[in-house]
């Protein structure tokens, strides 16, 4: 009736072993299926989570040799010792999971953060291709430049003067329309800085660029297209609001000491909240503008800043130049 199971080798009666072994086996599976991974995920957040995670055990370890193997405190019934292990378990429960919010709140800003930094460098994308784009309008309008001359020398030759000079005027605007200034021998930047300025003559802000930066640049397209067009993106909104007189926008972007130095100034009005460096935009979501500018930086080692003096908000980035 008794003696040890053989295949558990517990020594109950028989019977008892298979089912302990089956409870063993569910309560294995249970925590398998339930409890590794999320204990895992939690481990493995930041280390503090992991410290914290660690400290629960170790102070029961602690507790139990402190209690009873080198003590009889938990046998003789003190109450402070009896007190204490659940005390310890609600306040590591109060601690761990304060911590284990902050850590994922963190993280969840992480991930948002790098999402929109994706989603601002395909957006750039898109505006380079668009511009590129209007580029070609350019090339193909000026081929086909001879069927205007002619027109034009049909117009002539009716002696229909007037209509031949309103002709012109037409040609000429469509040309002007779409032909990108020349700032420097960069393309990318001559084609955003003829973007930018022609949204700045239609809202009529005064946009001064002052652009010295060679054909190429150890930088993607993408890139630069995002710092340019964030900055000068916030800046020309920053003053859409002010009175005319103070609706300008400097822009200088060259080269100084082999590094790539881009510099907006604007007149602001009211109060810029500073956090962590960054302008603060009190409107919903505004703001990645600038993560995004930031973050470009520091993935090239270089500098970012946003200054408030005297009246004019200054954005600098400095890149060093990798030949």
Known sequence: MGGFDRQCNHPFPSGRGNRLCACDSAFFLLLSRYFVRPAYSAMTVSTPSLLLFGSLPVAYYFFDYATVVYSDAL???IHAV??????ALIIFY??????YFKQMQIKADAELHSSMLVA????????VESLRSMEMHVAVYQHDMRHHMTAISGFLAANQPEQAQAYIKKVQGDVDAITPKHFCENELVNLLCSSFTKKADASG???????KLPKSLPLPDTELCSLLSNGL????????SLEKSAQWVDLYCGIRV???????KNPYSGRITMQ???PVSPQKGHGYGCRSIRSIAEHHQGLCSYETQDGVFTLRVILPIKK
């Open 75 to 77: 046998s003789v019934g």
């Open 82 to 87: 009896n007190e204490f292990l659940p005390t």
């Open 94 to 99: 109060v601690i761990f999971l304060a911590a």
């Open 120 to 127: 601002g460098l395909k957006q750039a994308e898109l505006e």
């Open 205 to 211: 802000i005064r946009l001064t660029v002052d652009a």
């Open 233 to 240: 993106e916030n800046a020309l909104h920053a003053v859409a």
């Open 258 to 264: 082999n590094k790539l130095l881009i510099e907006i």
């Open 276 to 278: 962590d460096g960054l």
